[in-house]
């Protein structure tokens, strides 16, 4: 059998296309894209002529990936990459590495871009513990359901987000955990990177002057120790909010 390279690809920036991603794409007999329109761009950047290039993205994945991996198992060598960085974060590609897992294919990462680790080591916020969320989903139940357990992590937050969401998420985030420090990193690896670190609070007030454009990483410092005694002591007031009503 063949094997699955997933291949990461540059967010931005083409200086951080890897040599071993450019080789692997040469030497690979098939390689799966998201899109198969920007992937081409790329491939031509880099001088390479793709044998077979086939699109796997989250409406025909059903279907392509059971298609994908029955070549696998015929012995041709697959890469898949994405629109940009690492296939499988935030996109078809898991389910993919699911398939391929379970047929006892062999897996080989060929690391590089990404955009949540990008964000993180240069937002400020504590790198020691942290918990990647990515897109959170689109109803307002949905999005709580994902945020009120998070409420109590320790660890640095790393969430996705689109520009005319960006303000949406935010609001919900202070809803959720209260006014909170965070990072907004913006075209990271491009020309106009940009960090915006501050509370929630002010990064909405900067943001209606400023109107989100681009790409955004949201990183969002973990419960604090004054947050994690206040929570300790937090039994008690049930009781007091029952004073009130009496
Ligand atoms: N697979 C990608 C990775 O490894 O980072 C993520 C793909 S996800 C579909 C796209 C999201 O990643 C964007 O909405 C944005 O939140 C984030 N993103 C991608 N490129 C970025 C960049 N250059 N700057 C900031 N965020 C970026």
Redesign the pocket.
Known sequence: SGVLYLV?TP??NLEDMTFRAVRTLKECDIIAAEDTRQTRKLLSHFDISPKQLFSYHEHNKTASGPELIRYIIEGNNLALV??????A???PGADLVTLAVQAGISVVPVPG????L??LIASGLPTGKFTFV??LPRERKDIRAVLTPLRASQGTLLF???PHRVGKTLAYLQEAFGNRRVTL??????RY?EFLRGTIEECLEWLEEHPPM????IVVEGESREEAQEADSAWWRPLSIAEHVV
Not at 113 to 116: D, L, P, R, S, Y
Not at 185 to 190: F, M, W
Request: hydrophobic share 40%; aromatic share 8%.
């Open positions: 990461a967010i931005g994405s629109d940009a960085g690492l296939p974060i935030s996109d871009a990404n955009a949540a990008s964000a990515g897109f996705y987000e689109s990193a913006r075209e990271l690896t491009k990177e681009g790409e955004y990483v």
